[in-house]
Nanobody
């Protein structure tokens, strides 16, 4: 089991940037794909971005393409989500999740992610 902890959330004006971090403990991340999801009040959890366990492939929801970038640093056992050009509709709790490398299926589905962090709040003012 991997313990995940997000950080880097906060309050930012529309058009601003934040960099979220997801630090892992308990196991190394180099055999896990990593994903970021978000959940706004009254809405379902939705996929934001994912990166394969090798780091060779990245996947994004259409609404963040060109604005967000997912990355990983296995030496630091940490995944990141760089968020630029933030919009008020990006406001949500952002959660990172780990998916074992043997799991197949869409990266956008939360089903394959076995371990989740508690989330970090991102607030975007207009």
């Amino acid at each position: 089991q991997v313990q995940l902890g997000e950080s880097g959330g906060g309050l930012v004006q529309a058009g601003g940037s934040l960099r979220l971090s997801c630090a892992a403990s308990g196991r190394t991340l180099n055999t896990y794909a990593m994903g970021w999801f978000r959940q706004a009040p009254g809405k379902e959890r939705e996929f934001v971005a994912a990166i394969s366990w090798t780091g060779d492939n990245t996947y994004y929801a259409d609404f963040v393409k060109g604005r967000f970038t997912i990355s990983r640093d296995d030496a630091k056992n940490t995944a990141y989500l760089q968020m630029n050009s933030l919009k008020p509709e990006d406001m949500a709790v952002y959660l990172c999740a780990a998916r074992p490398r043997f799991w197949s299926g869409a990266y956008s589905s939360p089903i394959g992610y076995h371990d989740w962090g508690q989330g970090t709040q991102v607030t975007v003012s207009s």
